[in-house]
Structure formats: structure tokens, C-alpha cells
């Protein structure tokens, strides 16, 4: 049921992330909120630049997505979208799981809003713990590629 997802699939890719991702609408800062809120080029240079994306089909309609960005010494979970009719039905647990399985570091990190406290408890039920302000800061710009306005409203788990 989950399979990997290539640059030829970007098309539904996007609109598992650009229906997840109206959940941030009116809870993130205005000005880190853009519609869509991620476009294709984006998530072409996100391929580009080593993120594997995996995927979860219910009834062959692609519902789930997550994505694995193995670094020098650490691996990154990116990209956690399940669409909004399918969120809380155990989509991003299995996700989450088989990257877990496929993960050969042993240190895994995940950023988010920090105002998305459904996501920070989803993460935390898997055991991510939150780092405090000083280490997330240093953690999102030593490994992510993020605006200084979407740090301050970050926060970095690790497990
Ligand atoms: C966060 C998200 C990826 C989780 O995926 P999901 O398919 O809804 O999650 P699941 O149904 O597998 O939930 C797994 C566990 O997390 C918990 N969880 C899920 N959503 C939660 C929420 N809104 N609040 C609290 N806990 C939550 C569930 O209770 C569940 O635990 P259980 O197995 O004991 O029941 C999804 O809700 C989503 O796309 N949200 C909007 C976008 C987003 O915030 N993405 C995160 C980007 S970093």
C-alpha cells in the first residue's frame, strides 16, 4: 500500500500537500501563508536535492504522503500531508512507520509551524521530543533551507 513517489508524480503529490496544508490557513503568520502553498518547482527542487517521497493510496486515489531526507549523519522527515478527509484514520501513523523501517540514522529530526500543535502531537505520539528554542534555531539552518521569518515560527522534534 505505500510506495515510492517520483518527480513523475508531482501533479498528485501537490494536491495531497495543497488540501493537507489549508490546515495552516489562519493559524500560521500571514506572511509565511501563500496559496498554493507549495508549488511544483518547489517540490522538483526538493527531489533535486535528495528528498524521497512515499505515498499511501486508498481505494488507487493517492491520500497520504511523507517524505525522507537522509543527510550526512542524520535523517530529516519532510513533507507529512494526509488529505483533510483522511486525516486521524492511521494514514500518517503507517507512513510515518515504514519510514521509520527504511531509516538507517540514528537520529531522526522533523521542523514544523510551531503553531501546528496537531502535527507536534502527532510527532510526539512516536516519541519526538521538542527542542528548545536556541537548538531549533541552530538545527533549522544547519539543516533546512528556510526563510529567517519561518524559523522564528518553527519548531524542530527529534527521535
Ligand atoms: C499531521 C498529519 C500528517 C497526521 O496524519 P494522519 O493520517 O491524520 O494521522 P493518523 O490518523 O495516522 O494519526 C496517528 C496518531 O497521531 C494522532 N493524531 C493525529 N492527528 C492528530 C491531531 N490533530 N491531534 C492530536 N493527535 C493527532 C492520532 O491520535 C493517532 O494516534 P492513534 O494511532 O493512537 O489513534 C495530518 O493530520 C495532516 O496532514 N495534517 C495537516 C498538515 C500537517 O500538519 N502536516 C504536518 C507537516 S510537518
Redesign the pocket.
Known amino acids: 500500500m505505500i510506495t515510492e513517489y517520483m518527480k513523475k508524480d508531482v501533479s498528485n503529490i501537490l494536491s495531497?500537500i495543497n488540501n493537507?496544508?489549508?490546515?495552516?490557513k489562519g493559524v500560521i503568520p500571514d506572511n509565511c501563508w501563500h496559496e498554493p502553498y507549495m508549488s511544483e518547482e518547489e517540490l522538483l527542487n526538493e527531489f533535486d536535492s535528495g528528498v524521497r517521497m512515499f505515498g499511501y493510496k486508498k481505494n488507487n486515489i493517492l491520500v497520504?504522503v511523507?517524505g525522507i531526507q537522509e543527510l550526512k549523519d542524520i535523517t530529516l522527515?519532510?513533507?507529512?500531508?494526509?488529505?483533510?478527509t483522511?486525516?486521524?484514520?492511521?494514514?500518517?501513523?503507517?507512513?510515518?512507520q515504514y519510514l521509520f523501517r527504511i531509516n538507517k540514522s540514528s537520529i531522526l529530526y522533523?521542523?514544523?509551524?510551531k503553531e501546528?500543535?496537531?502535527?507536534i502531537?502527532?510527532?510526539e505520539?512516536?516519541g519526538f521530543v521538542t527542542h528548545k528554542r536556541k537548538k531549533t534555531i541552530e538545527l533549522l539552518k544547519k539543516h533546512w533551507k528556510v526563510s529567517l521569518t519561518q524559523i522564528e515560527n518553527s519548531v524542530v522534534l527529534e527521535k
Open positions: 495531497v493537507a496544508a489549508l490546515k495552516y497520504g511523507m522527515i519532510r513533507h507529512a500531508y494526509t488529505f483533510s483522511y486525516q486521524g484514520m492511521g494514514i500518517g501513523k503507517l507512513l510515518l522533523v521542523g514544523t509551524w501546528a500543535t496537531w502535527a502531537q502527532f510527532y505520539k512516536f
